[in-house]
């Protein structure tokens, strides 16, 4: 009858449905009627409008019950949240519904459901399937989430990114941001070698051209305005280069444009792009929500959105080159070498981008000139069906190599 009731799982349970049930903490409540699942808030501490007293009390709780903390003590809702996750991740008895979950809204929650026990043996047995489990990088560093508080480095899983390193004989199951291209360091091709590989950034305002800028780097981030200094430098290399938003002055419509500040006080950290010669690629770390189109885009017709923190491949250079060749052949399908990011509102491949605050359109610079190339060469030689006049010059197929 005494079994379990001294074990830290045990009281973890048990101290989580009192509090709870006390009502004492804003947004730790029930999610269920059958009170088997509960909302826990999970407000980023590094955000402007993190409350410590509200954000941080349930976490500040477990600290002092845990005695890890005592009044007089320094504050560290960083440390006092990573704390709480890892004792519920660990614990057999509770299960993280990440599908109920809310991250990206005003007041983000997350979601546990308290496992009954005879789950909890079936749920650990190798080969069945369980609550989510700990990555290697997670388990190493506790402080994995909350990345600028606790000054966690940013890895990348290779089968994120789909890549191998094509120079290491045994590959570990993680690398860093330089070996996916993002945040390279000094020892990067020069702008003459890594020229194919430049983007085009567009910038639109509710569908307007604002801007376009070039980047020659292998990488960069969107901003919104300059980074503060500290906090960013601990997620970004500082040799990476940054791109601002442009100004909003240019929005004749005062509410669009309101609303349009509104939004960008959400990109405060911004997006990271790399270019090289497997494609470009996407990591994005700020609150607001951002959704893309494009030729790797795994949902047709349907939002694809960018999840904070993973690496994404938003454009496949090989494929890119095969789908050129076919087209020389028979003239169809046109080659997809566009990506468009929309932020704070959901985007879908053939949606208009004109009712839409914040867009913009990222593309390797030699696809472009390629198919540009291609239409100008075909219209200079009124090239119509045949396809061997369908060729394009030697020199065309040099920007892609």
Not at 54 to 69: G, L, R, T, V
Not at 124 to 137: I, V, Y
Not at 177 to 202: A, C, F, Q, V
Request: charged share 25%.
């Amino acid at each position: 009858m005494a079994s379990g009731r001294v074990r830290s799982t045990r009281k973890l349970k048990q101290w989580i449905i009192e509090q709870v049930e006390s009502g004492k903490y804003p947004g730790l409540l029930w999610d269920d009627s059958g009170k088997t699942m509960f909302r826990i808030p999970w407000k980023h501490a590094g955000k402007q409008d993190f409350r410590h007293d509200e954000d941080a009390a349930i976490f500040k709780a477990w600290a002092i019950f845990k005695k890890k903390y005592k009044n007089g003590d320094k504050a560290d809702p960083a440390t006092w949240k990573t704390r709480l996750r890892c004792a519920l991740n660990k614990s057999p008895e509770f299960q993280e519904i990440s599908e109920r979950s809310q991250l990206d809204i005003s007041e983000p929650y997350k979601v546990y459901r308290i496992v009954p026990p005879t789950e909890q043996n079936i749920r650990h047995l190798p080969g069945c399937k369980g609550r989510k489990q700990n990555t290697k990088d997670e388990q190493m560093n506790p402080s994995y989430e909350e990345e600028v508080e606790a000054k966690a480095s940013v890895t990348l899983d290779l089968h994120l990114l789909g890549l191998k390193s094509e120079n290491e004989s045994d590959i570990s199951s993680c690398m860093s941001l330089e070996d996916s291209g993002i945040g390279s360091n000094g020892s990067s091709p020069s702008p003459r070698e890594t020229k194919p590989y430049s983007m085009l950034i567009t910038f639109y305002y509710g569908g307007q051209l604002v801007c376009s800028k070039m980047v020659e780097s292998s990488d960069c981030r969107i901003l919104p305005s300059s980074p503060s200094t500290g906090v960013d430098r601990i997620m970004v290399p500082g040799n990476m280069e940054q791109v601002f938003f442009p100004s909003t002055v240019s929005i004749a419509d005062v509410k669009q444009r309101q609303s349009t500040e509104e939004l960008l006080k959400f990109l405060e950290k911004g997006v990271m792009l790399a270019s090289n010669p497997q494609g470009i690629f996407a990591q994005r770390s700020c609150q607001g929500r951002v959704f893309w189109t494009g030729p790797c885009a795994p949902l047709c017709g349907q939002p694809n959105k960018l999840e904070r923190n993973k690496y994404v491949k938003l454009f496949d250079r090989n494929q890119f080159k095969k789908d050129v060749c076919l087209y020389h052949m028979v003239n169809d399908p046109t080659p997809e070498y566009q990506v468009t990011l929309c932020f704070g509102e959901e985007i879908a491949t053939g949606h208009p981008m004109t009712d839409r605050l914040i867009t913009l359109q990222v593309e390797q610079v030699s696809a472009k000139q390629l198919m540009d190339t291609y239409f100008l060469e075909s219209k200079e030689l009124n090239i119509t069906a045949s396809p061997v006049l369908r060729d394009v010059s030697p020199s065309s197929y040099l920007l892609l190599k």
